[in-house]
């Protein structure tokens, strides 16, 4: 007797976020992390260039799960669009996101948005918060007020990439589910063949040690202390090379810092560079400087990236980098920054066995939580969590967070007898 098995469709889901060639640590991410999801999930990209086909996709043929990636780069702002309407598994990058909220909106002279979604957000904050940011005083204060909640009551599910952070969330918004996912890195190869060839190209001698420092050069990477330290090793004559690896255009300060410094000659940025190249820099660098504040609580790919090259690093000892064991990394102390970076990197410069040991914990580390896989499994998980979650009820969100903005279409049609349906199809009256 034959019998028919039935075949178990794969779970449909939207996947909103950017992609290269996007410029962005969370697109190359997501680029490595998809290739990995797709045997078991039909997955269907939607970057900012495709978004508008999602809605219409969607109202064919549902999908069962949207997945948003959420940061405070601009080539997020497109997800803003659809995350309220549609909810899904929302993956938060960076659980501050006010910088996000004020560039996009501020930005396109929607100040009055911007008011409500705030107050929304921060109904206890002084109303007259709000009018810093909107006379353009903002910055700074952004990290005081998170613009996190509205986000936090439309989801079906949030997911973050520390524990300590997911912890603090479900004691703020109870009525969310939030889950812990790893970030993950691929191995980067920083072997001698390749450590020499690059070293050599930039000038550097076999016995010089050399400091660097990865991603966008901002302030919040502590790039003024890193200057300062490094004008320290090299007043104590130790020989010493700083590498400034990324894009330098909001740091326009840093020629004339270095050279204040006196150490313009020991120094050098690249400016932007792709992934090749970073693997490069890596190779050729003896520590990685690792640094941020003010923090959004994010975590930092360009560190795990360090950490997978067996490079020794230097942290900021942050709220939620606490359980990063000791011996994985140097932590610097905020409240004595200057100093105990100079004496880290002193001790670093000087001490061959503890870079050594410090690689070592560093890539274990790495090894046992932070790879490409270990990020597919957690996703793995969290989406079938996601998708079993009911649908949020109403959260009285601000009404440019969940309007369709088709009142203008929806008034002209009528005036031909037309009844317009912007999510599906334009149907007559006579059909």
Sequence with gaps: MLTHTKMIEPMRIAWLSPLPPVRSGIADANARLLPRLDHEFAIDRYDEPRA????????RA????????????????????????????????DP????????LLLGRRRADD???????????????????????????????????????????????????????????????????????????EAGAARRAAVRAALGYSDHAIVFAAFGKLTSEKRIGPIVRAFAGLAGRNVNARLLLVGDASEYPLLSDELASAGVADRAHVTGFVDDEAVAGYLAAADVCLCLRWPTARETSASWLQCLS??????????????????SVAIRIDLLNEDAALGSAMHRLATDAR????????????WTAHHTTEAMANDYRRVIRLAAAQPVPPPADLPSHLTDDYTQSTRAIVRQFGLSVDVLGEVAGRNE
Aim: aromatic fraction near 12%; glycine fraction near 4%; charge should be negative.
């Design 52 to 59: 508008h086909d999602f809605v219409w996709r969607n109202r």
């Design 96 to 103: 501050t996101l006010h910088h996000a909220r004020a560039r």
């Design 309 to 326: 090259a067996a490079r020794p690093t230097v942290i900021t000892d942050l709220a939620h980098t606490v359980d990063v064991p000791e």
């Design 354 to 365: 503890l870079r050594a040991d410090l690689a070592q914990a560093g890539y274990a580390y």
């Design 114 to 188: 911007y008011r409500r979604e705030f107050r929304f957000d921060h109904p206890d904050a002084n109303r007259d918060v709000v009018e810093y940011a909107v006379e353009g005083l903002g910055g700074p204060i952004y990290y005081f007020w998170s613009m996190l909640p509205a986000v936090m009551k439309s989801a079906r599910l949030v997911a973050v990439h520390n524990e300590r952070v997911a912890a603090d969330l479900r004691d703020e918004f109870p009525q969310t589910r939030v889950e812990a996912i790893r970030l993950g890195t691929d191995p980067i």
């Design 62 to 93: 549902p999908y069962d799960l949207v997945v948003y990636q959420l940061g405070n780069a601009s080539c997020h702002d497109f997800v803003w669009a659809y995350l309220a309407r549609f909810p899904g598994l929302v993956v938060v990058h």
